[in-house]
């Protein structure tokens, strides 16, 4: 397993070390099996779903997920009406082809357009359209050379948005980053505030600050969250600033690292924003308490003080009220939040995934309608509609379609706390099963019920193995200090918590001990390289993007300062804390198999991470392979670079498991 080849097979130009006689087993045995469990016919997604303000429509962004690959590569805007009516699908100028993609679609407060981002295909300029509710005159307000992102409206009918002129790249960390060639100390490119007037945009906010999220004042101004320099690696030192007639004023201030800020929300009468803070690795994965800040001065008060979970979106209904979407164990919740820390009121609450513009739901004011996208793991997505928690199926797209698993959610105890996860079981299956851990990225995230449909889990499932999916210390779901309970300790107290769910997944279901495997992404990347150095309990790993060498990893990667808050330091003045969680310093105790893959361009876990650790092992005799997929970021998009990852994934786990 120590030789070097080049695939032909799926792509030209996938960098491929493993030898040529796991190719061949690869594409032999693993490509039958991939292509029965991808018969079926696709799952349809929603990546959005709003609600128009007089609860009569909805409008969506969705489309077929790929045969391997989650996001659809192909997109539609489609309204819909409530009471049941037909289907429209927009007609979009550059027809229904790859990276045609309408995105962030909100309605004028009269419901009387729809407007939408627009991206032209093959680049990362955007155009912004607007279309009359029937799908018809569909009108171009705007051609932008570069992204634009969260439109939004004022109550008087003004269009906003966040838009980054001569964008290099899409906006967000996990996107394939630019070439690392030409002068790395030039000056970014900054997202900014915009107004959309007359076919022109007006930046609002100033020309040094990266604006992440936003929202309106009444008075015509914004308050946002923004923070100077590179947008993708400054989002965990953000501060919340108001945009005004005034000038820029900083507002809070987080008051120590382990305080990101997410979703500011201004009240409807305008006298105070909401956001959510706490422990946050990635931009996007939200968690935290709930903070109420008074626009008229003061501090920034905690409305959610020692909540055993974690507030992942937020957002004011229609009396005024703060609604927040919060994960509590294996339960998804919708509250309202009060002030002075009373207890929240549950409005909905379900072993299932919801999402929505605010708080898991768009919501109309004043009908109260609302609409939102749910799946679980067994249910495929829909989107439902009604007031919340008394929701009905607008649509059925999925219909009929259905995973072949039984789960469970388990708990147990580790080091004195609950840990919660989740067991998926094959249907039928009655003999001891082999068990893969599959460990969620972060670690600030969680792992929720959601339907997976083809894909490399189904494919698992199919073949006989049960799946884990622990939520250890760091996770989402258990309250803040859960979520901070592996700073300084990465790899450790959170290895031990998935030790002890191995054992209880034992205990709940017929797992044979002797057939143990381990995978994961991103973090569950460096869980899975960590873990074979600290122990032989699995017998084979599979790690996506995953860092080997965090001393090495701080100086590679495009995102350092979210090393921060979980370090205490930077690599150059605590060197120690870094080394003591690096598998590359306990290397020649690797003993399990372990098939490595990551995205050329990914600037979260670059390549370099990937390569140093299969390096290792491929000198130490242990057996190895390693793939780079070219023009990746963070997490693989390219449907055939999915499917390859899968098919090798599959032949690594069969060929040690089985």
């Known amino acids: 397993m120590n030789g070097t080849a080049t695939v032909n097979s799926l792509t030209s130009k996938l960098r491929w070390r493993g030898g040529l006689a796991a190719i061949a087993a690869v ?6 099996a991939v292509a029965d469990a991808r018969a079926e016919r696709p799952v349809h997604r929603f990546l959005t779903a709003v609600v128009s303000p007089d609860g009569r429509r909805v409008a969506s962004v969705e489309g077929d997920s790929p045969p391997a690959g989650r996001t659809p590569v192909v997109r539609d805007l489609v309204i819909r009406a409530v009471d049941g009516g037909a289907a429209v699908t927009v007609a979009l100028p550059c027809g229904r082809v790859p990276q045609c993609w309408p995105s962030s679609p909100v309605w004028s407060p009269d419901g009387r357009r729809l407007t939408f981002a627009l991206r032209t295909p093959g680049t990362h300029a955007r155009s912004v359209y607007s279309v009359e509710p029937d799908g018809g005159h569909l009108t171009k307000l705007l051609g932008f050379d570069g992204t634009i992102t969260e439109l939004r409206y004022s109550r008087d009918g003004r269009l906003a948005m966040l838009a980054t002129a001569g964008a290099t790249k899409e906006v967000g960390a996990t996107e394939a980053g630019t070439p690392i060639t030409g002068d790395l100390g030039g000056p970014p490119a900054e997202q900014r505030i915009a107004i959309l007037d007359d076919g022109r945009l007006s930046f609002i906010s100033p020309p040094d600050l990266f604006v992440y999220e936003y929202d309106w004042l009444p008075d015509g101004g914004f308050v946002g969250t923004a923070a100077h320099g590179d947008g993708d690696n400054n989002w965990w030192v953000a501060r919340l600033y108001s945009f005004s007639g005034a000038g820029v004023r900083v507002l809070f201030a987080p008051p120590d690292p382990q305080h990101q800020i997410a979703e500011p929300r201004v009240s409807p009468d305008g006298r105070s924003v ?9 931009f996007g994965s939200t968690g935290g308490d709930v903070y109420t800040l008074p626009l008229a001065g003061g501090g920034a008060s905690d409305i959610t003080p020692a909540m055993h979970a974690s507030a992942t979106s937020i957002g004011w209904g229609c009396d005024g009220r703060l609604l927040a979407r919060l994960l509590t164990g294996d339960q998804t919740q919708i509250v309202e939040l009060a002030s002075g820390g009373a207890a929240p009121k549950v409005l909905w609450s379900g072993a299932e995934s919801i999402s929505g513009e605010y708080a898991g739901a768009s919501l109309a004011c004043p009908s109260a309608m609302s609409a939102s996208i749910h799946d679980s793991f067994t249910a495929p997505p829909e989107i439902e509609v009604g007031r919340i928690g008394a929701w009905r199926d607008l649509t059925q797209v999925n219909a009929g379609l259905t995973m ?9 105890t580790s080091d004195g706390q609950q840990v919660q996860g989740w067991l998926l079981l094959p249907l039928g299956a009655t003999d001891k099963l082999p068990l893969i851990t599959e460990v969620h990225g972060g670690p600030a995230a969680a792992s929720t019920p959601s339907f997976s449909g083809p894909g490399l889990d189904r494919i698992l499932l199919e073949h006989g193995y049960a799946l884990f999916r622990p939520n250890p210390r760091g996770s989402y779901g258990q309250g803040e200090a859960f979520t901070l309970g592996n700073v300084r300790d990465l790899g450790y107290g959170d290895l031990r918590d998935i030790l002890a769910g191995i054992d209880a997944a034992e205990r709940a279901a017929p797992i044979d001990d002797a057939r143990l495997g381990l995978t994961g992404g991103s973090y569950g990347g460096f869980i899975t390289m960590w873990a074979v150095t600290q122990t032989q309990r699995f017998k084979v790993g599979v790690a996506a993007a995953g860092i080997s060498n965090w001393l090495s990893y701080y100086g590679e990667n495009g995102i350092d300062q979210w090393m921060i808050p979980y370090f205490g330091a930077s690599a150059y003045d605590d060197p120690a804390i870094y080394a003591r ?48 997929y070219p023009g990746e970021g963070h997490g693989l998009r390219e449907p055939a ?17 089985k």
Not at 404 to 412: D, F, G
Not at 588 to 598: D, L, R
Not at 602 to 614: G, R
């Open 641 to 657: 670079h999915v499917a390859d990852s899968e098919r090798r994934s599959l032949e690594w786990f069969d060929r040690y498991l």
């Open 581 to 628: 969680s690096s598998a590359i310093n306990f290397i020649h105790k690797v003993k399990t198999p372990v098939f490595e893959y990551v995205g050329a361009d990914d600037i979260e876990c670059p390549p370099p991470q990937t390569e140093e650790f299969w390096h290792a092992l491929t000198e130490l005799g242990t057996p190895t392979s390693m793939a780079i």
């Open 27 to 32: 594409l032999v045995s693993g490509s039958i």
């Open 404 to 412: 072949p698993l039984t789960a469970r959610s388990i708990t147990w």
């Open 274 to 282: 909401a956001f959510i803070s706490g422990i946050m690795s990635d």
